[in-house]
């Protein structure tokens, strides 16, 4: 087995010594770069440059005057992997519920249970784990639909999770489904934006989060003119959860009908819709966000992940990780596990003819987990590719680990055969937060102590 620089700490001292340099230069050498930019490809033996926070150049023999060289010979350079949908404020109620294959008992268990007696602390606490899993696994990029906004309060300390952990954070903001909260979403979002997204480059984005129907919660929740019109004015994306079957196909069929679908607005599961709903979201060019472990795990609508009905009109979805009271936390099952079902699907729908099976490959779903999924947070020109001109959110998988040597086929390697183990160095925004396989600026023994602490508030403190 051989190493890379990224396993060295001296040159981590070195990067950390220039880290209040703006002007940074960051060259990874010899690496094979899987750049997911399709007028790039993959490169072998390749150098890739990191100015400040932006990729500048992809090449050989680049110029290393001034700068911090990272030998990454034997590794494979890659985007960061971006998470379209997850609720990251249950994560200290971390597979609670492992076995759970029913969504009306998710629901009942930690949305109208548990979720009632979280305080801001324990959004907090539940944020930012969520977050440097994320981090560890490769994740540069995380969508965090947070359902439980039960007072300001409770919003700022999601936020300020991500803030503290340095990942590409979209705050996607939402009312609880149950019990006591001020009512003052969505109203606030208008101070969430002045006090924490006011700049256009940065590393957090907002979004309003909505549900598809009222059937769960109620009208105030879900998604229709009413809530597109303050997205609007806030000039923001919109991410909608609990997209399924009949009742959701009718709402997004009477979405289409007033104008509502778009670009701008993303559709979550998207399980079991009708044809006449795809039609019409393909035609908008709406964005989708597959959970396929979630989909398959806990039965949701068809429990088929939807990724043959997006193809078919045009839609190449982002992967997300939804909740970890049943699930895992990486996005490399995501797309191990959709791979999967889909190719499983294509053949046996032609078992026993002529036909050939329409197959997707381990190339479309690193596509899906990188420019697709920044495309579906509404971030496709910030991150997602290693492109020159974008921000520097990247992953140094080591290819020469006992688990990837010899490295034959890159695409395959990342998709088939990495976990988070394999990640020596995660890159967000030009600034190393995981090097030698840590994650840097953490406290672990205070950070456990502090998971331990809220969950057991959670858990021992009765349902309002």
């Given amino acids: ?48 440059l990191v100015e400040g926070d932006t990729i500048t150049a992809i090449g050989t023999g680049l110029d290393r005057d001034g700068a911090v060289v990272v030998d990454a010979a034997g590794t494979i350079l890659t985007p960061g992997f971006v998470d379209t949908h997850r609720h990251a404020w249950e ?19 930690t949305l109208a249970g548990y979720a009632t007696v979280y305080r801001p602390h324990d959004m907090y606490v539940g944020t930012k784990l969520a977050a440097l899993t994320a981090i560890d696994s490769g994740i540069t990029t995380m969508l965090d639909f947070s359902h439980n906004s039960r007072t300001p309060e409770h919003s ?105 679908l778009g670009p701008d607005l993303t559709l979550i599961h998207a399980t079991g819709l009708t044809r006449a709903a795809w039609k019409a979201i393909g035609a908008s060019g709406t964005t989708i966000a597959l959970a396929p472990t979630s989909d398959a795990q806990i039965g949701l609508e068809t429990a088929i992940p939807a990724i043959d009905e ?3 009109v045009g839609v190449r979805p982002g992967l997300s990780i939804d909740v970890e009271v049943a699930l895992v936390s990486d996005i490399f099952t995501q797309m191990r596990a959709l791979h999967a079902i889909q190719r499983m699907r294509a053949v046996n729908a032609v078992h026993g003819t002529d036909e050939q099976p329409s197959r997707i490959t381990t190339h479309d779903v690193l596509d899906f987990a990188t420019l697709q999924g920044a495309r579906t947070n509404g971030l496709a020109d910030v991150t997602g590719s290693l492109t020159p001109g974008k921000k520097a959110d990247l992953l140094v998988i080591q290819a020469e680990d006992l688990n990837n040597m010899p490295l034959n086929d890159a695409v395959g390697t990342v998709v088939l055969g990495s976990d988070a183990r394999n990640i020596s160095a995660v890159l967000i925004n030009g600034t190393p937060r995981k090097w030698n396989g840590q994650v840097l600026d953490v406290a672990l023994p205070a950070l456990r102590a502090e998971v331990h602490a809220s969950r057991a508030y959670v858990l021992n403190t009765p349902a309002v």
């Fill in 1 to 48: 087995m051989t190493s890379s620089d990224t396993t060295s700490p001296a040159v981590l001292e070195r990067l950390q010594q220039r880290s209040a340099d703006p002007n940074r230069r960051i060259l990874f050498t010899g690496a094979t770069i899987v750049t997911m930019d399709a007028g790039l490809g993959v490169l072998h033996g390749a150098d890739l």
């Fill in 91 to 109: 994560t200290q109620l971390r597979r609670i519920m492992p076995d759970v294959d029913d969504l009306g008992a998710y629901v009942m268990s």
């Fill in 156 to 260: 700022d300390a999601a936020v300020q999770a991500l803030i503290d952990t340095g990942i590409r954070g979209v705050h996607a903001s939402m009312g609880p489904h149950f019990g006591d909260w001020d009512k003052q979403w969505p109203g606030d979002l208008a101070r969430l934006k002045d006090t924490y997204f006011a700049s256009d480059d940065q590393l957090l984005t907002l979004r309003l989060a909505a549900l598809a129907t009222d059937e769960i919660a109620g009208p105030a929740l879900a998604y229709g003119p009413e809530l597109a019109r303050t997205a609007k004015d806030l000039g923001i994306g919109v991410s909608v959860d609990a997209v399924f079957g009949a009742s959701s196909s009718t709402a997004v069929l009477n979405w289409a009908k007033h104008g509502l």
């Fill in 310 to 312: 997006a193809l078919a």
